[in-house]
Every structure is written in structure tokens, then in C-alpha cells.
């Protein structure tokens, strides 16, 4: 079966307040697209966190001393270093232009997925605006889930995507960063292969791999496109979470 | 545009000699799949290497001081070990269970990505058959490419992928390993976001996203869909390579 991703048009810009399940649901329907049960709605992590009013003036932080040394080391802002500072448990690398840390979520990613762009402001100093991560996406993905699953009256995956970069390759690639309704890793082990051996890979990072393709659809550019109907997703959905596709600190040999 | 990833159905299993790109034609013309100018074959590191004939049987290896050491350290065979060694230019990381290494070609995964699972084997002992990435996949997508742009009168990319691990998250996903045909990273420096500001994320590992994409289609479990037509691929087509995806190791903060 094939694999479909679908963007879903006219998206409109998202405020603080809006309710993404009626606006993806209402341009669903406008654009006449069918989604069936069991496909999955990809969403930009960035329409998510504006709906969740994740945006923060930077002019309202008072940086501590680790952020000020921090900032000195990678050459950034230190109030928006704090604020990374303050959605990390840990900080992995610094230089000057990186500063790579485990989010309070658990994953790994730089900048604690603050940025900059694409954050609309009507304000003087447009790029003291940055928006955070959703506070936890798995629950804004269940939130989303249940209003579509509601609306639709059909059962859905959602999964919200961020771009992260990676050790040792270059460009960004969609990553998970939450989800609701689907695996995020799928375990095949001790399953056969072609031959009848058991597999050595045993595990597949399946929503990570959906992430992947959906990004493609969104476009980087301008995220336009920041929602992606997925049809014909493999494996069997189910009830997951990001958890499942966190290594474990004691198994991770590139901390 | 939607972006479509559709198997090709009855790829039969691959003997060293085989001609890929004539299968691939032979077997889309029999499924009435018509593919278009611009599209994407992503196919199966497996098919590609054995294609190639980069079977070997471990009971021919003599292990090295060095692949003893490590076989010890990783409790892998030596001789697998030896082997992994010969395909790799650093090992990054050991230990039990695990051989990271950088691979000849550049890039940075386990095992030389080595692999027991689906080689097939009518001798005796099975386990002792494995099989090792093409020697150079950039040119395997080469020659691929243009059997299949001169089977069917119109241009194409050519990806390759391998199923890879990762730094911080569980389960292996699509990745990258040769290509032609296509962008492997797109620059997208300087261009506005929707607000008219700097894009921060400014290159997109498109090629991995693709690979990504593909690979969900294809199934781990017993790879008989190794070759996907990718269609909808949203960046311009040019010649692309490896390299453009390989970190250098200057700028690699987690080797």
C-alpha cells in the first residue's frame, strides 16, 4: 500500500487562543480531501505552540549567571539563553553559534527548540518574540487528537513535528516531539526475516520516519503548510508516546 | 502537491549480476505504475549490494590484533569485526554489543553497516554469509539512474538507503546512503520566513527526510518491498552527493 501525505490548504495564521482541531477540521472539509479512519494529522510544531501561546518577549527576562556565561561561550543572547536554560534539564554541547541540550521533555535538541522565526509580531522590536516548545506536546497532541476524532467522528493519530539537526550530518530533518494515537517506535524483535534469521534491526522509529516525510511536505521555507494528512501509515496504530523513542541516558553512548 | 510513496510490487529476490534497473522497469511496466519526469526511485541498500555481489562468508576472514581486541571489548565475532574494520576509516564508539564507526564513505553507523539479516544462502552454515554496503552507493545510484532515465525516456533521482541508529533516540530509521539525481541537503540561507525575517533553520537534510519516508513503506520486517517511486519530491532536481550530507569532523560536536 501506498504511503500519501496530503497538505491540507489554507491553514490560516495561528493566535494564541485558536482552536487548531476546528481549523484543521473546517479546511478539511472546505478542500474536500476524505480523510479515513485510522490516517494520521501531522502537525508544524510552531502552529501548536502559537495556539498554546508559547510566545515570550525576550525584554522580560533577567538572565542568571549561568545563562550570562553560557552566552558568552556560544555568543547568544543570554535572555534567550536563560530561557533555554529553563525548558533543558541538562546542556549537552556549547560553542560559539550551538547550544545543544536535553529538553525537559526528555529529548535532545538545540536551543531547547526556541526560535525566532516565523513568530509574528505587530511590536516595535519584532525579533525580541520567540516561541517555546508546547509545554508537553503529547498532551497538545491528545488535545488535538480527540477534538479531530470528535468532529470526524473516525479514529486518528496526531503527531507534532519540529525540525532538529543531528550528530554527525548535516541539514535538519522533522523529528517527533509528540504524539497521541500511534507507535512511536515499532518492536519487531525476534521477528523473521526474508530468510527465516531473525532480524538484527529491531526496532523502527516509526513516527520519526512519518515526521521525516511530513516535513518534506511543509516546506522549511515559509511553513505554509504547517498540517499533513498521512494515509496509509504501515503499522498498527495504537496508544504511544514520545517516551518510546528517548534512549535511555545510561544506553546512550554520544552524550 | 502531496508527496507519494508507492512499492513496487513483485521485485523478485536479487542474485549478485542482477540488473536492477531492468527489474524495476520490467516490474512497474507489469504493475501499470506510471511514473513521471522528476520522480524518485528510493531503493533498498540490501538489493543494491547483493546486486553487486558484496556477499562474503565470515569463515574466510582472518581477524586482525585490533579486530580481536575490539571483537572482545563488543563480544562480536572477530571476524565480523575484521570485516567491519576493513569498510570503516575510525571507530567512534564500543562496547558490548555496539561498533559505532565512521564508514569509508564518510558517514557515521554501526557496524560498517554490516549485516546478517536477508542475505540468503544455500550453504551450511547461513549465519556465516554477510553483507556489505556497496563499495561506493553514490556510483551504484549513478548507474541505476541512468539505466532507468534510458528504460523509460525521462529523468530521475536515484536514493539508496540504509536503515540507521541514532544518538539519543531508540529505533533505526531511513537514512541516506548514496544518491543521484537530487539535492542531498538544500541551502535555504537568506530566505524570508512568512514575516519577512532571516530563516534560522536554513539547511534541510532532504534526501534523509525522503529516505525516512521510503523506509516506512518498505517494511523492516522482511524487505520484500525494496524499491519505492517517490513522487511529489518538493525541491528542484540536480546532481547531488553523499558529501553534501557528511558533517565535517571539525564541526561535529558528538563524535
Same mark, same amino acid.
Request: hydrophobic fraction near 40%.
Given at each position: 500500500?501506498?504511503?500519501t501525505l496530503t497538505p491540507i490548504p489554507g491553514i490560516p495564521l495561528i493566535y494564541p487562543g485558536d482552536d487548531l482541531g476546528e481549523i484543521i477540521y473546517k479546511k478539511t472539509i472546505e478542500s474536500h480531501l476524505e480523510p479515513k479512519p485510522g490516517d494520521i494529522w501531522v502537525i508544524a510544531q510552531k502552529i501548536v505552540s502559537k495556539s498554546e501561546n508559547r510566545i515570550?518577549?525576550?525584554?522580560?527576562? $533577567?538572565?542568571?549567571?549561568?545563562?550570562?556565561?553560557?552566552?558568552? /561561550?556560544?555568543?547568544?543572547?543570554?535572555?534567550?539563553?536563560?530561557?533555554?536554560?529553563?525548558e533543558s534539564k541538562t546542556v549537552l554541547r556549547q560553542k560559539p553559534g550551538?547550544?545543544? $541540550?536535553?529538553? /525537559?521533555?526528555?529529548?535532545?535538541c538545540a536551543n531547547a527548540?526556541?526560535?525566532h522565526s516565523n513568530v509574528e509580531s505587530s511590536q516595535?522590536?519584532?525579533?525580541?518574540? $520567540?516561541l517555546l516548545l508546547p509545554e508537553d506536546a503529547d498532551k497538545s497532541a491528545q488535545y488535538i487528537?480527540? /477534538?479531530?476524532?470528535?468532529?470526524? /467522528?473516525?479514529?486518528?493519530?496526531v503527531l507534532i513535528i519540529d525540525s532538529h539537526g543531528r550528530a554527525w550530518r548535516n541539514g535538519t530533518v522533522g523529528t517527533s516531539?509528540?504524539?497521541?494515537?500511534?507507535?512511536a517506535v515499532v518492536d519487531l524483535r525476534g521477528k523473521p526475516d526474508l530468510f527465516g534469521f531473525k532480524l538484527k534491526i529491531t526496532q523502527v522509529g516509526a513516527a520519526d520516519e512519518l515526521a521525516a516525510a511530513a516535513s518534506l511536505v511543509m516546506g522549511q521555507a515559509d511553513e505554509s503548510q504547517p498540517v499533513i494528512l498521512a494515509s496509509g501509515f504501515p503499522y498498527q496504530l495504537r496508544e504511544g508516546s514520545m517516551k518510546e523513542l528517548i534512549r535511555d541516558e545510561k544506553e546512550d553512548l554520544f552524550r
Amino acid at each position: 500500500m501506498a504511503l500519501t501525505l496530503t497538505p491540507i490548504p489554507g491553514i490560516p495564521l495561528i493566535y494564541p487562543g485558536d482552536d487548531l482541531g476546528e481549523i484543521i477540521y473546517k479546511k478539511t472539509i472546505e478542500s474536500h480531501l476524505e480523510p479515513k479512519p485510522g490516517d494520521i494529522w501531522v502537525i508544524a510544531q510552531k502552529i501548536v505552540s502559537k495556539s498554546e501561546n508559547r510566545i515570550i518577549n525576550i525584554q522580560t527576562i $533577567v538572565p542568571s549567571a549561568r545563562a550570562f556565561e553560557i552566552a558568552n /561561550k556560544t555568543l547568544k543572547d543570554p535572555r534567550f539563553v536563560e530561557l533555554v536554560l529553563r525548558e533543558s534539564k541538562t546542556v549537552l554541547r556549547q560553542k560559539p553559534g550551538a547550544l545543544i $541540550v536535553e529538553h /525537559k521533555n526528555g529529548f535532545i535538541c538545540a536551543n531547547a527548540g526556541i526560535d525566532h522565526s516565523n513568530v509574528e509580531s505587530s511590536q516595535e522590536n519584532p525579533e525580541d518574540w $520567540v516561541l517555546l516548545l508546547p509545554e508537553d506536546a503529547d498532551k497538545s497532541a491528545q488535545y488535538i487528537r480527540a /477534538k479531530l476524532e470528535n468532529l470526524f /467522528k473516525m479514529p486518528f493519530g496526531v503527531l507534532i513535528i519540529d525540525s532538529h539537526g543531528r550528530a554527525w550530518r548535516n541539514g535538519t530533518v522533522g523529528t517527533s516531539i509528540g504524539l497521541s494515537g500511534l507507535p512511536a517506535v515499532v518492536d519487531l524483535r525476534g521477528k523473521p526475516d526474508l530468510f527465516g534469521f531473525k532480524l538484527k534491526i529491531t526496532q523502527v522509529g516509526a513516527a520519526d520516519e512519518l515526521a521525516a516525510a511530513a516535513s518534506l511536505v511543509m516546506g522549511q521555507a515559509d511553513e505554509s503548510q504547517p498540517v499533513i494528512l498521512a494515509s496509509g501509515f504501515p503499522y498498527q496504530l495504537r496508544e504511544g508516546s514520545m517516551k518510546e523513542l528517548i534512549r535511555d541516558e545510561k544506553e546512550d553512548l554520544f552524550r
